[in-house]
């Protein structure tokens, strides 16, 4: 079962509740000696671990490619659009992130290493880390048929691409 990690914004109760209730993934809330934590420290934990991170900070991958470098668990980042005048929250988070999980109800199954994944309501873009930088490998429109095969694809490319899927990796 995949393991996912709240941050402190995305760190709602009833956000990781509603997440534990579904089964299919086992969702932690921010330990307390992270709250006060630099974002190099959560995602330190979150490579110990191997918990996919769950955060609303579009910057996270941007500003530690080097903690991301040697290979994560994965982002998963939600967010807005780009033109929205206000900012998410944690109500109209997991709404997105419900609507993600019925149009791809294999979410939870897919490699995430070293992809760090932007869901917003009509795209899904798509970075890994390589070579210290952060490289966009795809950017879906999620009202095409077949975007959610677009993403696994994308999505396993970038974990073979780290050496997961490779023979002996």
């Known amino acids: 079962m995949k393991a996912v990690q709240l941050d402190k914004n995305t760190n709602d109760r009833r956000l990781a509740q509603r997440c534990n209730q579904e089964g299919l993934v086992s969702c932690?809330?921010?330990?307390?000696?992270?709250?006060?934590?630099?974002?190099?420290?959560?995602?330190?934990?979150?490579?110990?671990?191997?918990?996919?991170?769950?955060t609303f900070d579009r910057r996270i991958a941007e500003d530690?490619?080097?903690?991301?470098?040697?290979?994560?668990?994965?982002?998963?980042?939600?967010?807005?659009?780009?033109?929205?005048?206000?900012?998410?929250?944690?109500?109209?988070?997991?709404?997105?992130?419900?609507?993600?999980?019925?149009?791809f109800p294999r979410w939870h199954d897919v490699p995430w290493l070293n992809s760090v994944v932007e869901l917003q309501a009509r795209f899904v873009s798509v970075w890994r880390v390589e070579k210290g930088a952060l490289l966009r490998t795809g950017l879906i429109a999620r009202e095409h048929v077949g975007w959610q095969e677009a993403l696994l694809r994308l999505m396993e490319s970038n974990a073979f691409d780290h050496g997961a899927g490779a023979p002996g990796g």
């Open 28 to 54: 932690f809330r921010l330990p307390r000696r992270l709250a006060e934590a630099d974002d190099d420290a959560l995602l330190a934990s979150c490579i110990e671990t191997g918990r996919l991170l769950l």
């Open 64 to 103: 530690h490619t080097t903690a991301l470098a040697a290979g994560f668990p994965g982002v998963m980042i939600l967010a807005l659009e780009d033109t929205a005048r206000h900012t998410i929250t944690t109500k109209s988070a997991a709404t997105l992130l419900a609507t993600f999980k019925t149009e």
